[in-house]
């Protein structure tokens, strides 16, 4: 349930473009497959700094 309220609160400050503040709440998240349905749906929040 906690993973699910986090995973809110990350779409909504991506919708408020405070990505920096989503990518940190994206690694609170600990069901790797939410993590990556939430990354999937929006690609702005793979950290290009941390993917190089």
């Known amino acids: 349930m906690r993973d699910v309220a986090v995973s809110q609160i990350v779409r909504?400050?991506?919708?408020?473009?405070h990505l920096k503040t989503a990518r940190?709440?994206?690694?609170?998240?600990?069901?790797?497959?939410?993590?990556?349905e939430l990354i999937a749906e929006r690609?702005?929040?793979i950290d290009q700094d941390a993917a190089s």
């Open 12 to 17: 909504l400050c991506v919708q408020l473009d």
């Open 43 to 45: 690609p702005a929040l």
């Open 24 to 36: 940190v709440l994206l690694r609170a998240i600990q069901l790797e497959k939410m993590r990556a």
